[in-house]
């Protein structure tokens, strides 16, 4: 069975950061395009973060363009998120999916995120 297992959030003033980090085990890791993705109450989910399968090439959504940064090991079948400067806007429950980065068929029950002010 596919399955994201994330870890790393918590409580941050604004200005600090944290790591993220998706734990994938079920499938090949590097034959889809794995994403961040994120959803505070009363808001739509928000595709925040992806690396695609093939080149690893990258997508930020405009919000976070030079503070988060996406990677992954493939050999540990694992994703990462390197969130900086973070502000109280990104507070939300982040999890992490695939097989692209619009739809998160697969995905974890991911982790909550809170940046005081």
């Known amino acids: 069975e596919a399955q994201f297992v994330e870890s790393g959030g918590g409580l941050v003033q604004a200005g600090g950061s944290l790591r993220l980090s998706c734990a994938a085990s079920g499938f090949i890791f590097d034959d889809y395009d794995i994403g961040w993705f994120r959803q505070a109450p009363g808001k739509e989910r928000e595709g925040v973060s992806c690396?695609?399968?093939?080149?690893?090439?990258?997508y930020y959504a405009d919000s976070v363009k030079g503070r988060f940064t996406i990677s992954k090991d493939s050999a540990k079948n694992t994703l990462y998120l390197q969130m900086n400067n973070l502000q109280p806007e990104d507070t939300a429950v982040y999890f992490c999916?695939?097989?692209?980065?619009?739809?998160?068929?697969?995905r974890g029950q991911g982790t909550q995120v809170t940046v005081s002010s």
């Open positions: 690396i695609s399968r093939s080149i690893g090439s990258t």
């Open positions: 999916g695939a097989p692209n980065c619009d739809v998160p068929l697969i």
